[in-house]
Nanobody, 128 residues
Framework: QVQLVESGGGLVQPGGSLTLSCRVS????????IAWFRQAPGKEREGVSC????????TYANFARGRFTMTRDAAENTVYLQMANLQPEDTAVYYC?????????????????????WGQGTQVTVSA
């Protein structure tokens, strides 16, 4: 059974940093792309960043570019999301998602419908 397990969420003050981890079952090469999404209360789930597993490609939502960094570690079968200069508006449940089907993206690398495997999420709260 394909599983994604997120960790690393928590409470952080504005301006602080957190690193989220997403460990995938099997090997990371079983997936074509892995992404981070987030969902704040009362809002739709939105894409944060995406990384391909078989070539050098990483992309970010505008709000994440310059503050967040997504990386992958094939040896650990884990992807990471380093988040810096966090602000209250970054408060959300952060989800890891994977595409193990492949093919062309129809809604783009940060489109929810591109991903068929989802983790349970980890809460990030930014508050003083």
């Amino acid at each position: 059974q394909v599983q994604l397990v997120e960790s690393g969420g928590g409470l952080v003050q504005p301006g602080g940093s957190l690193t989220l981890s997403c460990r995938v079952s099997g090997t990371i090469s079983n997936y074509f792309a892995i992404a981070w999404f987030r969902q704040a209360p009362g809002k739709e789930r939105e894409g944060v960043s995406c990384i391909k597993t078989y070539e050098e490609f990483t992309t970010y939502a505008n709000f994440a570019r310059g503050r967040f960094t997504m990386t992958r570690d094939a040896a650990e079968n884990t992807v990471y999301l380093q988040m810096a200069n966090l602000q209250p508006e970054d408060t959300a449940v952060y989800y890891c998602a994977a595409d193990n089907v492949g093919g062309s993206w129809h809604t783009g690398p940060l489109g929810r419908d591109e991903y068929n495997v989802w983790g349970q999420g980890t809460q990030v709260t930014v508050s003083a």
